[in-house]
């Protein structure tokens, strides 16, 4: 009888782990496609997105999220036909739930610290790309300081709510439907 090898066994599982990574991260574009298509569900899709991430760190860990999220957002931002919703998971969406899972690994205060500060860069960024790639020539109502408040405390608070429901899917995911798969 032939045995199987520790070679061999590392093998298969370096290709289950291959091939499960790049399904997530077509089916993340393809989500990012529906979000194109259907502009009301881009932000929406960039979150339902991220979700190949989320498996990818739960079940493989290290380097695998972070090609997925690599994959996703190069060929989204090259392929798809309305860029927000690849923009959306390449600036934020994509790449935070891997680092949530790292900062969650610390102190309660130091990692909502932590969060806080990627999301305010990120919004920043989104917001002065907003201000310079506006296509309307009238930015009067991105340059108000009051508009500008008012979307700062929105956007805290959704992001909030957004860690939130994230901790709870990810322990719906553990909890319910972690088994169900053969990862």
Do not use: Q
């Not at 393809?30 to 259907?38: D, E, N, R």
């Not at 899709?45 to 989320?54: D, G, N, Q, T």
């Not at 600036?91 to 891997?98: E, K």
């Not at 790292?102 to 990120?122: D, I, P």
């Amino acid at each position: 009888m032939i045995g199987v090898t520790v070679k061999d066994k590392n093998r298969k599982n370096d290709t289950k782990r291959l091939t499960v990574c790049a399904m997530l991260a077509a089916l993340s574009v393809v989500l990012l496609y529906f979000g194109s298509v259907i502009e009301v569900l881009d932000l929406s899709m960039a979150v339902i997105a991220s979700l190949a991430c989320i498996i990818a760190v739960i079940e493989y860990g290290k380097s695998a999220p972070w090609a997925i999220y690599g994959v996703t957002s190069l060929l989204s931002l090259i392929l798809l036909p309305n860029k927000t919703p690849a923009a959306f998971y390449a600036i934020f969406f994509g790449f935070y739930p891997i680092l949530k899972e790292k900062f969650e690994k610390r102190g309660k205060v130091l990692c909502w610290v932590l969060k806080e500060a990627v999301f305010n860069v990120c919004l920043a960024g989104m917001g002065v790309a907003a201000y310079f790639l506006s296509t309307t020539g009238d930015n009067t109502l991105l340059s108000s300081p009051v508009f500008i408040g008012i979307l700062v405390v929105a956007a805290e608070l959704v992001f909030i709510l957004y860690d939130i429901a994230l901790t709870r899917l990810i322990s719906f995911y553990i909890i319910r439907l972690r088994h169900r798969f053969k990862f």
